[in-house]
Structures are given as C-alpha cells and as structure tokens.
C-alpha cells in the first residue's frame, strides 16, 4: 500500500494541472493499466475515457486535450487557421460565445474518438479534413499555459484562414488578418505557396500582400507559384475583376488599385 501511494505521488508531482493522460502515459512511468484503475478506484484519479484519466476534481484544459491526442494518441492533426493566429498573438475580433471554437486541421484522414468529444473541455473543436496541402509541411511548437501543442505556423495558419473564411462576406476580416503579419518569412511563404493545391487561396493572398505592401511580398517569386488559368469568383455580389490575380475583389478595392 505504502508503495502504491509512493507511485501515485510521483505520477501527480509530474502531472501539469488540467492535463490528460492515457495508458501509454502510465505505462512510461512503470504504471500498469490495473495500477492506473487501482488509483482511480481510490479517488485520485478520473476516468474520462477507455484507459484516459485527469487528476480527481480538477478541470481538463483543453490543451492537455490536444497533446493527448498529438503525442499519446499520435493523431496527425494540429491547432490551425484563426485560433493558430491568435495564440500567437494576431486577434482581432473578441468572441462574445461562452465557449471559444478551437480549429483543428488534419491532411489525412483523422477522427476524433467520440469519447473525446464528450468530454468537458469548457470549448469547441471543429476538425478539418483539408487537402490544401498534400504535401507534408512543417508546424511549430507552442507553449500554451504550460502545455507544448503543435500548431500552423502563422505563414501556414493564414493560409488555412484564408481557405474557411467566406470571403465573399469577410474580405474585410482578411485584410485586417494579413495587414497585422508584417513579419512572415519570406523563405517559409515561398515554399507553402509552391505547395499549396488552392489556386484561389493563393490568388487571394497574393493580391492582399501586394496590395497592403508586406515586407515579405518583394522577396516572392511568382514565377514558381502554380496560380491556374482563367478567373476565380471570390466576390459574389458587387464585386470587380482585378485584372492581375484574375479575381472579384469588393469593388472599393479596386477604386484604388496598387
């Protein structure tokens, strides 16, 4: 008994607070699957799933969620788009929801297990099967209250936002995005671009970047950039043709061209 309680308090010393742990996590630590059921039957621990535990009483972060499901579960899907923008400081809209939408992306087919999604996270994930890349890409480590998630990097993450964002209502929202990453890697755009399978993505970031002046925009080499044939319609309604990019931009935009 002595033992056991010697082994509980290691594996709690260890445990950041709002985390997730699995079998495999316990099993690293010399911790069988019955041991780990023996320290929930004894009220240190709480099942939230077949073989995942947090600590008794204390709230899951949805970040242990996360790194859960990145490093125990091996799960090839990340924190992307808008939310991957605004832990690395670009918000510009405060959500007036109780529970903040989490975006995940995933370029091969993942799913979450149901279990997962019952538990209290006091957020929402929305997963995102995404073919905008087919290619493997690279993400960067985050530090979020202590936790180290993979998320897009913000030349990747304002690429995935410009691919859910429905620009023919939220062109203004894009801009204001992009104006506020003056400082993206020329290097890294360069290499997403050539990558990237979404001609419309890539005409609409182009024209943005040119048109607000970014730094990284002179450093591009457009003729490596695979932009399609023929035009895309990006604004529906009281739009206007940039003759350059081949899109229907908002026509005020185009009142004053670059």
Not at 61 to 72: D, S, T
Not at 105 to 112: G, R
């Given at each position: 008994m002595v033992k056991l309680m010697t082994k509980i308090n290691q594996i709690l010393t260890e445990w950041i607070p709002g985390d997730v742990h699995s079998l495999k996590w316990f099993r690293?630590?010399?911790?069988?699957?019955?041991?780990?059921?023996?320290y929930f039957q004894g009220g240190a621990l709480e099942k939230l799933g077949p073989g995942v535990y947090s600590r008794k009483k204390?709230?899951?972060?949805?970040?242990?969620?996360?790194?859960?499901?990145?490093?125990?579960?091996?799960?090839?899907i990340h924190v992307s788009g808008k939310t991957a923008l605004e832990l690395q400081g670009h918000a510009h809209y405060i959500s007036m929801r109780d529970k903040p939408t989490i975006l995940l992306?995933?370029?091969?087919?993942?799913?979450?297990p149901k279990?997962?999604?019952?538990?209290?996270?006091?957020?929402?994930?929305?997963?995102?099967?995404?073919?905008l890349f087919t290619e493997k890409i690279e993400l960067t480590k985050h530090q979020v209250d202590g936790f180290q998630i993979l998320v897009s990097s913000r030349e990747l993450a304002i690429l995935e936002f410009l691919s859910?964002?429905?620009?023919?209502?939220?062109?203004?929202?894009?801009?204001?995005y992009m104006n506020a990453l003056q400082?993206?890697?020329?290097?890294?755009v360069q290499t997403l671009l050539e990558k990237?399978?979404?001609?419309?993505?890539?005409?609409?970031?182009?024209?943005?970047?040119?048109?607000?002046?970014?730094?990284?925009?002179?450093?591009?080499?457009?003729?490596?950039?695979?932009?399609?044939?023929?035009?895309r319609q990006v604004i529906k309604e009281n739009g206007q043709l940039n003759q350059k990019y081949q899109i229907t931009v908002p026509r005020k935009y185009e009142e004053n061209p670059f």
């Open positions: 690293e630590r010399g911790v069988e699957q019955n041991m780990a059921y023996e204390e709230k899951p972060k949805w970040q242990g969620g996360i790194r859960l499901l990145q490093e125990e579960f091996e799960k090839l992306t995933a370029y091969s087919k993942v799913k979450i279990w997962f999604t019952s538990i209290n996270f006091e957020c929402e994930f929305k997963l995102n099967n995404s073919t859910t964002l429905e620009l023919s209502n939220s062109f203004e929202t894009a801009e204001n400082t993206l890697r020329p290097n890294v990237c399978t979404s001609v419309k993505v890539k005409r609409v970031f182009l024209y943005l970047s040119e048109k607000l002046e970014l730094p990284y925009f002179k450093k591009l080499d457009l003729t490596k950039i695979d932009l399609g044939i023929g035009k």
